[in-house]
């Protein structure tokens, strides 16, 4: 029976080694996963086809996973099983220097992004850094959601003052000001101000990451 420490490391070579992939590693994260998604035990099982008590021998470092199971398991939490087990990570330190940040925004519109955070797959949260210029916004009124289901974002204030609308209601902050919102509604922000802003914005994986 092949268990998902053991093919890891003969199939993975350099990307992910037996101990990073031990019972309790993996377990710790199932039920990291599956406590973030709101789900009990009996919620995944009934999501996955791995039966409660299984799961919870796997969470508990009890036992170690064949592949079919963490494949199971990685559905039921809507993950890649690479997800899952983190193999699509790089390692465990991921450096994006100053001059390598993404870069876009609307110069129309007034508005200039940064993204401080890597772009190569596995990351479970982008951080950004945005400046709106006097009377900027990030999108129109009647954009669609910009992220994923479950998607959840936190910005903070750096200068000036801004504007979210979020599902059509308006909410003022100011400098320093930090707000936490359901990011795949329908949302943007306005610089109401004539000076400009800044804000930074985290926006955390939602339930669906495939």
């Not at 100053?98 to 982008?126: C, I, K, W, Y």
């Not at 916004?137 to 979210?164: C, F, I, K, N, W």
């Amino acid at each position: 029976m092949t268990t998902v420490a053991s093919s890891a490391t003969a199939g993975a070579p350099g990307r992910a080694g037996a101990e990073e992939l031990d019972p309790g590693v993996i377990g710790a994260r199932v039920k990291a996963l599956r406590e973030a998604s709101g789900l009990s035990l009996r919620d995944l099982a009934e999501r996955s086809g791995v039966s409660a008590p299984m799961l919870s021998q796997v969470e508990r470092g009890e036992t170690s996973p064949t592949l079919t199971v963490a494949a199971r398991i990685a559905a039921g939490l809507e993950l890649r099983l690479s997800q899952l087990l983190r193999l699509d990570e790089q390692g465990a330190v991921t450096i994006v220097r100053a001059g390598e940040r993404r870069r876009g925004g609307n110069a129309r519109r007034g508005h200039r992004f940064e993204v401080l955070t890597s772009a190569q797959p596995g990351q479970r949260a982008e951080l950004s850094r945005h400046t709106l210029a006097p009377g900027g916004a990030t999108g129109a009124p009647d954009d669609p959601p910009m992220h994923e289901p479950g998607s959840r974002e936190t910005a903070l204030v750096q200068e000036g003052r801004v504007v979210l609308v979020c599902d059509g209601r308006r909410h003022e902050l100011g400098q320093g000001d930090c707000v936490t919102f359901d990011a795949d509604l329908p949302h943007h922000f306005e610089n109401p101000s004539g000076e400009q802003a800044a804000f930074l914005a985290v926006v955390s994986a939602g339930l669906r990451r495939s």
